[in-house]
Nanobody, 119 residues
Framework: QVQLVESGGGLVQHGGSLRLSCAAS????????MAWYRHTPGKAPELVAS???????YYADSVKGRFTISRVNAKNTVYLQMNSLKPEDTADYYC?????????????WGKGTLVTVSS
């Protein structure tokens, strides 16, 4: 059974920084993709950033230059360093694991961690 546990959310002032962590445990395949999504009520969930086990990254335009996704494969852990935070970054942040490759990949989600950016 695969589990994802996020940590690192909290309250921060406009312009501040936070680092989110997501640790995956269980039967994790060597080829996988880990990603961060965020969701606020009334809006569609947004893919914030993703990183493959080979290190390829993707960022949403809204966070480019401010957020950095990284991972430690040996620990099955992904990080999201968030700098220059804005009130519009306030959301529940969820970690997603696509375990495997392509259409055969199994998807798992963490329970989320709340990030609140005050103005």
């Amino acid at each position: 059974q695969v589990q994802l546990v996020e940590s690192g959310g909290g309250l921060v002032q406009h312009g501040g920084s936070l680092r989110l962590s997501c640790a995956a445990s269980g039967n994790i395949f060597s080829i996988n993709t880990m990603a961060w999504y965020r969701h606020t009520p009334g809006k569609a969930p947004e893919l914030v950033a993703s990183i493959t086990s080979g290190g390829m990254t993707y960022y949403a335009d809204s966070v480019k230059g401010r957020f950095t996704i990284s991972r430690v494969n040996a620990k099955n852990t992904v990080y999201l360093q968030m700098n220059s935070l804005k009130p519009e970054d306030t959301a529940d942040y969820y970690c997603k694991l696509s375990n495997g490759w392509g259409k055969d990949a199994m998807t798992y989600w963490g329970k989320g961690t709340l990030v609140t950016v005050s103005s």
